[in-house]
């Protein structure tokens, strides 16, 4: 297992230990497998997602969503993190945070203060911004915003109509577009995951 994290991934939270103990197939040997491996338990956690309507904007959900997503590979899925990352806000701010935003996500859409694409976006970039589980944010809150779009009856999102695993100009562009989002500036994000 040690050789899959020798080298860092440009497009992955770093994980503790323990975390990278928690690896639940022990036949995993490469980045590629284990790559493969979570693609293919989000495929399951979408097809989940999407087989009915569900609560979004809750708690429950977004951890159940969480889980579903990347379960079958990792013992910490759909649970928060406990420790600090080079993204995110410190791990015990996580659950207040979290209620904060999809209370204000229930505001926006209650009020009309976005329009759809806009309120889903800002949601994925809040999501993004507290980073609530060791690995997976980035993946977790463009579905999220997804399934939201797709309740507001839009089209999904492309998300820059390509791969953003792969450490490269287009996910230079999206981490670029997060980064703006942090600055208050949410329509180059906005853009970007209509690209």
């Known amino acids: 297992m040690s050789d899959i994290f ?22 995993i040997a490469t980045r590629d497998a284990l790559n493969a491996a979570e ?19 809750t708690e429950q959900f977004i951890v159940a969503l969480h889980r579903r997503m990347f ?7 759909g649970r928060f993190r406990t420790s600090e990352r080079n993204i995110g806000i410190d791990h015990w701010d996580i659950r207040p945070s979290l209620r ?19 309120i889903a976006v800002r ?35 492309t998300w820059g109509s390509g791969s953003l695993g792969d450490p490269g100009e287009l996910r230079k562009s999206y981490i670029a577009a997060l980064q703006a989002a942090d600055r208050h500036e949410i329509e180059p994000l906005s853009i970007f995951a209509r690209s």
């Open 39 to 57: 693609q293919e338990n989000i495929a399951r956690g979408q097809e989940w997602a999407l087989c009915r309507r569900r609560a979004i904007l």
């Open 71 to 77: 379960g079958d590979v990792w013992r910490w899925a």
């Open 100 to 118: 904060t935003l999809l209370d204000d996500a229930r505001a926006w859409i209650d009020n009309r203060t976005y329009g759809p694409d806009e």
């Open 123 to 157: 949601l994925h970039h809040r999501l993004v911004q507290i980073h609530p589980f060791p690995n997976g944010n980035g993946r977790h809150a463009r579905l999220t915003a997804d399934l939201l779009i797709l309740q507001f009856g839009g089209p999904r999102f």
């Open 6 to 27: 020798a080298q860092p991934d440009e497009a992955a939270t770093p994980l503790t230990d323990q975390e990278r103990r928690d690896l639940r197939l022990a036949y």
